[in-house]
T-cell receptor
Framework: EAGVTQFPSHSVIEKGQTVTLRCDPISGHDNLYWYRRVMGKEIKFLLHFVKESKQDESGMPNNRFLAERTGGTYSTLKVQPAELEDSGVYFC????????????FGPGTRLTVT | LAKTTQPISMDSYEGQEVNITCSHNNIATNDYITWYQQFPSQGPRFIIQGYKTKVTNEVASLFIPADRKSSTLSLPRVSLSDTAVYYCLVGDRGYSTLTFGKGTMLLVSP
């Protein structure tokens, strides 16, 4: 069974540019989560999809971040425009059932904003 | 959410048993205790979850005393490849969001 995949593995962009991160969850997992860790901080929750619907987006830092999951399969997280403080590692995770603490994480996308 | 406290780092040698204790004094009745492992440049990986007493799987054991105010992750006979950060998470399984703390950096040496 393929795990959670994320693309790209690393992205370097300039402040003000746009970046789109992609996550492919494990096939059949309705729940998809985005987390991120900025430099020196803990891993923080961003949002949670159940299929194509946003179940919880309380962790999204501001309106420069837009997450989508059209069709309930893969998800994208767009940052527009990127700021220096957005640098960090963005993780995607998926799980089969809701209310499930056993989440499967991808390797993360390292975003560097210069 | 119950706050968790765990050691910042631990050192061990290969072949030893490692016990990492996590304190969660404010754990709620519906909360479960979950441990994740994270290797460098990888996402966290679920290790084990429990509610009370003892849980064991092929990777680790989790010991939870009756008052549930702490828990201990036990890794038998660690190897170099067990070097990682270990996170203790406490929360209601009906609430899917994971809340990570700083974790414990375990370094296993030859």
């Amino acid at each position: 069974e393929a795990g959670v995949t994320q693309f790209p593995s690393h992205s370097v962009i300039e402040k003000g540019q746009t970046v789109t991160l992609r996550c492919d969850p494990i096939s059949g997992h309705d729940n998809l989560y985005w987390y991120r860790r900025v430099m020196g901080k803990e891993i923080k929750f961003l949002l949670h999809f159940v299929k194509e619907s946003k179940q919880d987006e309380s962790g999204m830092p501001n309106n420069r971040f837009l997450a989508e999951r059209t069709g309930g399969t893969y998800s994208t997280l767009k940052v527009q425009p990127a700021e220096l403080e957005d640098s960090g590692v963005y993780f995607c995770a998926s799980s089969h059932g809701q209310g499930n603490y056993e989440q499967y994480f991808g390797p993360g996308t390292r975003l560097t904003v210069t | 959410l119950a706050k968790t406290t765990q050691p910042i780092s631990m050192d061990s040698y290969e072949g030893q048993e490692v016990n990492i204790t996590c304190s969660h004094n404010n754990i709620a009745t519906n909360d479960y205790i979950t441990w994740y492992q994270q290797f460098p440049s990888q996402g966290p990986r679920f290790i084990i979850q429990g509610y009370k007493t003892k849980v064991t799987n092929e990777v680790a054991s989790l010991f939870i005393p009756a008052d549930r105010k702490s828990s201990t992750l036990s890794l038998p006979r660690v190897s170099l490849s067990d070097t990682a950060v270990y996170y203790c998470l406490v929360g209601d399984r009906g609430y899917s969001t994971l809340t990570f703390g700083k974790g414990t950096m375990l370094l296993v040496s030859p």
